[in-house]
T-cell receptor, first 115, second 112 residues
Framework: GAGVSQSPRYKVAKRGQDVALRCDPI?????LFWYQQALGQGPEFLTY????????KSGLPSDRFFAERPEGSVSTLKIQRTQQEDSAVYLC?????????????FGPGTRLTVT | GQNIDQPTEMTATEGAIVQINCTYQ??????LFWYQQHAGEAPTFLSY????GLEEKGRFSSFLSRSKGYSYLLLKELQMKDSASYLC?????????????FGAGTRLAVHP
């Protein structure tokens, strides 16, 4: 079946603009994660959803970052008043369950460039 | 706190063997993953270790020593397409779920 998809794949925003990044997880996957990956670095955890509940948002860098998953499937990561340091690839991953047996499947990411 | 270290860059010759090391210090350890990431693409799963020892899967093997906080990924019979970043990630149990803590990645360049 289809994997995790993300849109847009590329986004250029002027500093101060708001952006919304979309993630379509694999159908039926309970867990959804957002990561931020700066150039030349590994992905860093941002937030975690179990179905529609956001159980962990400890990795969100500031209150300008907001994520939602209202119906427990599609998720949106919103960044308000973008800054240059927000430029990165934003990866979404989903997993069928919540326990240790479950691997995370990654989407291709959205590359955000703030000018 | 969490700390995962792996070499920044490595080079190797086509057909050779390369070992990429990863050391970690984390709390709530629940397994270690290796992912491959080609430039501009999603990380893809390579291997998973939760118990000490060696896991072999085709040309790729991964080793874990929990007491030493150490893992390595071994790639045999290197091919040009193996040129990519290799990410070591520790799974931590936190609040009833598991999240991945990644190292910065090792960029491997395979040359003829």
């Amino acid at each position: 079946g289809a994997g995790v998809s993300q849109s847009p794949r590329y986004k250029v925003a002027k500093r101060g603009q708001d952006v919304a990044l979309r993630c379509d997880p694999i159908s039926g996957h309970v867990s959804l994660f957002w990561y931020q990956q700066a150039l030349g670095q590994g992905p860093e955890f941002l937030t975690y959803f179990q179905n529609e509940a956001q159980l962990d948002k400890s990795g969100l860098p500031s209150d300008r970052f907001f994520a939602e998953r209202p119906e427990g499937s599609v998720s949106t990561l919103k960044i308000q008043r973008t800054q240059q340091e927000d430029s990165a690839v934003y990866l979404c991953a989903s997993s069928p369950g919540t326990g240790v047996a479950y691997e995370q499947y990654f989407g291709p990411g959205t590359r955000l460039t703030v000018t | 706190g969490q700390n995962i270290d792996q070499p920044t860059e490595m080079t190797a010759t086509e057909g050779a063997i390369v070992q990429i090391n990863c050391t970690y210090q984390t709390s709530g350890f629940n397994g270690l993953f290796w992912y491959q990431q080609h430039a501009g693409e999603a990380p893809t799963f390579l291997s998973y270790n939760v118990l000490d020892g060696l896991e072999e899967k085709g040309r790729f093997s991964s080793f874990l020593s929990r007491s030493k906080g150490y893992s390595y990924l071994l790639l045999k019979e290197l091919q040009m397409k193996d040129s990519a970043s290799y990410l070591c990630a520790v799974r931590e149990e936190s609040g009833g779920y598991n999240k991945l803590i990644f190292g910065a990645g090792t960029r491997l360049a395979v040359h003829p």
